[in-house]
């Protein structure tokens, strides 16, 4: 029996071929880096891209970058990854979580609101799955408080809000290229910002606090950070750039049918949300089903050798950052939701299979 994965990296021959090519050159100035940046910024529609070696280290160097300290707060959704949090938790900032929306499942604008205070420095949302928050109300609230705004796009390669690209809505936004993302260089992660100031400040903070103008390079006038994302990292990324959309469109392609077969025969599955002003790109197909039958079809599909994956631990009650608070959507939703395989191997029979499986339980 074949293992149905979650997700697979689609790699080739050109990524193999330029990661040798990587290692023949000097891997710390190779030209695959800002060949990388450059391309990726362009396809997202920002004016500067900074790569670096994670998603996590990309939240908090953009964190780092605004300016934000002990004291200060961070609005998060509860419902996302825990490296967004653990980033605020790295620069002393306190995490202020938020519920989702229903509909969407991102952080909910109302709920921002409510937790807004002299405190906030940023508002961080996040794309959740491949779907696009709701930003406009969000750069509102932002705009309102004098508030700066990070977008965790880290699951969003492609996604659109409003027709234009997430990623571009904000102060600074943060991918990753993970290994199971849309695109993959292994390990890596870029920040994308239209400020040249704020790319020259990460630039430097990457690279623990290097200026240029200084004649000894090793004269520092500030703690910074070893982020740099290798040049074999990026001669990966150079080629999976080529296949973006091919690999998007993978993605919607898998999602159309995953929603045919529940539309047509299940009753008590709720798919993966679509709103008509957003194109969401399906980092992961989620659908939610009865709380009470979460484990039972995770557990069939694992006898099945199909590999899945509960959504998310609401972060507001994990014990080391346990507020107390009362987040319903979002507890419902992590305690409902089930990421089924996404990857861009898998075919139609496999998705009829998972589809077939998790209806014979739920119904």
């Known amino acids: 029996m074949v293992r149905i994965r979650m997700s697979e990296p689609y790699v080739g021959k050109e990524e193999i ?25 362009k396809y997202i529609g920002a004016k500067n891209g900074v790569s670096v ?61 409510k937790r807004i205070t002299k405190k906030t420095k940023v508002i961080m949302p996040v794309h959740i ?14 705009k309102k408080h004098g508030i700066f705004v990070i977008e965790d ?23 990753s290229f993970y290994g199971n993302k849309v695109i993959t260089t292994c390990e890596g992660g870029m920040c994308m910002t239209n400020s040249d ?45 080529k296949r973006l959309d091919f690999l998007v469109g993978k993605k919607l392609e898998m999602a159309r049918q995953y929603n045919e077969i529940f539309d047509a025969k299940s009753k008590n599955v709720v798919r993966a949300p679509q709103m008509e002003w957003a194109k969401n790109t399906y980092w992961y197909y989620s659908i939610l089903v009865p709380k009470k039958q979460r484990e039972k079809v995770m557990q069939a599909l694992e006898k099945k050798e199909i590999e899945t994956r509960p959504f998310f631990y609401p972060i507001h ?8 608070d009362k987040l319903p959507v979002a507890e419902d939703l992590g305690f409902r939701g089930i990421n089924l395989p996404s ?21």
Not at 17 to 41: H, I, L, Q, Y
């Open 197 to 241: 100031e704020l790319a020259e400040k990460m630039r430097i903070l990457r690279n623990q606090g290097t200026k240029p103008e200084y004649k000894n390079k090793y004269y520092y006038d500030m703690v910074g950070f070893n982020y740099r994302m290798t040049g074999m990292q990026a001669a990966v990324g150079v080629a999976q750039l």
């Open 343 to 363: 990857g861009p191997y898998l075919t139609s029979e496999q998705i009829d299979e998972v589809a077939t499986e998790i209806i014979k339980i739920t119904g």
């Open 153 to 175: 796009a880290a699951e969003a390669h492609g996604s659109e809000y409003k027709h234009k690209r997430v990623g571009t809505f904000s102060d600074i936004s943060c991918f």
């Open 317 to 324: 009650m994990l014990p080391h950052y346990n507020t107390g």
């Open 17 to 41: 071929a330029n990661v040798t090519e990587s290692v023949r050159t000097k891997m710390r100035s190779d030209p695959f880096v800002p060949e990388f940046e450059s391309g990726f910024a």
């Open 129 to 142: 799955y491949g779907h696009p928050c709701d930003m406009d109300p969000i750069l509102e609230l932002a």
């Open 53 to 113: 070696v994670n998603g996590t280290a990309a939240i908090h160097l953009a964190l780092a970058a605004l300016g934000v300290k002990p004291g200060d707060e961070v609005i998060v959704p509860t419902l996302t990854s825990i490296g967004c949090t653990n980033a605020i938790a790295l620069t002393g900032a306190k995490p202020v979580f938020v519920d989702s929306n229903a509909e969407y499942w991102c952080a909910d604008p109302k709920s921002i609101e």
